[in-house]
């Protein structure tokens, strides 16, 4: 599967259609998150736009994020399994199916507009 350009909004709406069809049942393809989970985790990087939520990386940080991840977050190949990822993506309590979902669709609403 391709990266989206969620700045398209045909694009974006073939997304949330994907995110509209999840259950608390659906199972992941891999990886320990639950769907719920999975969701919190996705809506932590427009929380880091949009939010205050998360501490903004310092000059280093921003530094090492370009060297070192960029290509891989950003680029077109899909993630391989088990890369490291920053603790703040990480969720390992249990989270509320309806409230992430409702959530990531208002984010992928706003970044497309």
């Keep these: ?65 370009r060297l070192f991840a960029k290509n891989t977050v950003l680029g077109p190949k899909p993630y391989k399994k088990n890369i490291p990822t920053s603790p703040i993506f990480k969720m390992t309590e249990a989270k509320e199916f309806e409230t992430e979902k409702k959530r990531l669709v208002e984010f992928l609403e706003k970044t497309q507009k």
Excluded at 8 to 33: A, F, N, S, V, Y
């Design 1 to 65: 599967m391709t990266i989206r350009n969620l700045y398209d909004q045909k694009e974006t709406q073939e997304t949330i259609d994907r995110i509209e069809k999840l259950t608390p049942e659906t199972q992941g393809l891999w990886g320990k998150m639950d769907v719920a989970q999975m969701m919190a985790h996705c809506n932590v990087a427009y929380e880091i736009v949009y939010t205050d939520k998360h501490a903004k990386p310092n000059a280093f940080g921003r530094f090492m994020a």
